[in-house]
């Protein structure tokens, strides 16, 4: 108990206090105070365990008391609070788990009532319960559509996933402009573009010349910072960057179909080259596509005619490149042949 343990720390002789279990105000022992203090810490830090931790070392390295113990704390809007318990209560925590506890803040026990300070604002709270019944029933229309299976779990897992972002997000006070703009860090984040721009210094990039371009003179180099922006330098000097991930196809009879492939985005990189520094864009470019099959024997399609795109500004640029198959190659046409090919065009399969 920390009391114990404070008497050893503090040479106080636990003789003079006798059974500390026993200690009472007449109502409750020092035991039963201690363990309903242990199963309201756990209550409030699984209430929110998006702002809680726990550690078998403090932020020096050392374990509390000499091992054996662990700290717990939560980061409440007015600062942190922590206690700390016996390793045997590691499990009723649910919260995440550190290498090392972060630094004390200097709170006594003066300072408890910070912990009021997590109490829900009615706004907030009404928000979370109407988010928690839309994710309620978004896994229930799962399971439902899931046909007995299992496969509801996947959707279910993601929905769960979103829900604590949410209040997590709330938690933290963002509304208006603020969660607008979390939101937009977060969206890069997740699709892998950076924050700031990126600039050309050696220590960003890796070279794989030696996978792509194995016994040439070229150089192909990927971004630590951005594993989709490409570097390659030519013989003579001549330096073309390419960014994997800044085109997309889309499909001109199926306009929710979107693709990618090297053609496309070599097209943009000429029409729009990228230089440094390079912050790329939230939304793509567009190439809108269409194609068909003239020969079954040929697969999926045949015949392809790149007819626009649009700029991530919105800006709509015509491209009209059409190609055939010939021989397993993709052979540029004449607008003509495009049609004529397509007046004879086959269902896929």
């Given at each position: 108990?920390?009391l114990?343990?404070?008497?050893k720390?503090?040479?106080?002789?636990?003789?003079?206090?006798?059974?500390?279990?026993?200690?009472?105000?007449g109502?409750?022992?020092?035991?039963s105070l201690?363990?309903?203090?242990?199963?309201?810490?756990?209550?409030?830090?699984?209430?929110?365990?998006?702002?809680?931790w726990?550690?078998?070392?403090?932020?020096?390295?050392?374990p509390?008391?000499?091992?054996?113990?662990f700290?717990?704390?939560?980061?409440?809007?007015?600062?942190q609070?922590t206690?700390?318990?016996e390793?045997?209560?590691?499990?009723?925590f649910?919260?995440?788990?550190?290498?090392?506890?972060?630094?004390?803040?200097g709170?006594?026990?003066?300072?408890?009532?910070?912990?009021?300070s997590?109490?829900?604002?009615?706004?907030?709270?009404?928000?979370?319960?109407?988010?928690?019944?839309?994710?309620?029933?978004?896994?229930?229309?799962?399971?439902?559509?899931?046909?007995?299976?299992?496969?509801?779990?996947?959707?279910?897992?993601?929905?769960?996933?979103?829900?604590?972002?949410?209040?997590?997000?709330?938690?933290?006070g963002?509304?208006?402009?603020?969660i607008?703009?979390?939101k937009?860090?977060?969206?890069?984040?997740?699709?892998g573009?950076?924050?700031?721009?990126?600039?050309?210094?050696?220590?960003?990039?890796?070279?794989?010349s030696e996978?792509?371009?194995?016994?040439?003179?070229?150089k192909?180099?990927?971004?630590?910072?951005?594993?989709s922006?490409f570097?390659?330098?030519?013989?003579?000097?001549?330096?073309?960057?390419?960014?994997?991930?800044?085109?997309?196809?889309?499909?001109?009879?199926?306009?929710?179909?979107?693709?990618?492939?090297?053609?496309?985005?070599?097209?943009?990189?000429?029409?729009?080259?990228?230089?440094?520094?390079?912050?790329?864009?939230?939304?793509?470019?567009?190439v809108?596509?269409d194609?068909?099959?003239?020969?079954?024997?040929?697969?999926?399609?045949?015949?392809?005619?790149y007819l626009?795109?649009?700029?991530?500004?919105?800006?709509?640029?015509?491209?009209?490149?059409?190609?055939?198959?010939v021989?397993?190659?993709?052979?540029?046409i004449?607008?003509?042949?495009?049609?004529?090919?397509?007046?004879?065009?086959?269902?896929?399969?």
């Open positions: 108990m920390e114990k343990q404070f008497c720390d503090n040479n106080i002789p636990l003789e003079k206090l006798g059974d500390i279990g026993e200690v009472s105000d109502f409750h022992t020092f035991n201690y363990h309903q203090r242990l199963i309201l810490s756990a209550a409030l830090v699984n209430a929110f365990p998006h702002l809680a726990k550690s078998h070392k403090h932020h020096d390295g050392e509390p008391f000499g091992g054996g113990w700290v717990v704390g939560i980061n409440t809007p007015k600062g609070y206690y700390h318990y390793d045997k209560d590691w499990d009723i649910r919260c995440q788990e550190l290498e090392k506890a972060p630094e004390w803040d709170h006594t026990d003066k300072d408890v009532e910070r912990l009021l997590l109490t829900p604002d009615p706004e907030k709270d009404t928000m979370s319960s109407w988010a928690a019944k839309e994710i309620e029933l978004a896994i229930q229309a799962e399971k439902e559509a899931s046909d007995g299976t299992d496969d509801w779990n996947y959707g279910a897992a993601c929905y769960k996933s979103a829900f604590r972002a949410f209040n997590s997000l709330s938690s933290d963002h509304s208006g402009f603020s607008q703009m979390t937009s860090i977060l969206n890069r984040l997740i699709d573009r950076c924050l700031t721009p990126i600039e050309d210094t050696p220590d960003i990039w890796t070279d794989i996978i792509f371009f194995k016994g040439s003179k070229t192909r180099y990927q971004c630590k910072r951005m594993s922006l570097k390659e330098v030519a013989e003579d000097g001549t330096v073309t960057l390419s960014d994997t991930n800044r085109v997309c196809g889309v499909n001109a009879n199926s306009p929710d179909v979107t693709f990618t492939n090297g053609f496309m985005t070599r097209l943009i990189d000429k029409i729009f080259p990228i230089t440094l520094p390079y912050l790329p864009s939230s939304k793509k470019f567009k809108v596509v194609d068909f099959l003239v020969d079954p024997k040929n697969g999926d399609y045949d015949t392809v005619g626009y795109f649009t700029t991530p500004d919105g800006k709509k640029v015509e491209l009209n490149r059409y190609f055939k198959e021989d397993g190659e993709m052979v540029q004449e607008k003509a042949e495009f049609d004529e090919r397509k007046a004879k065009k086959v269902e896929k399969k």
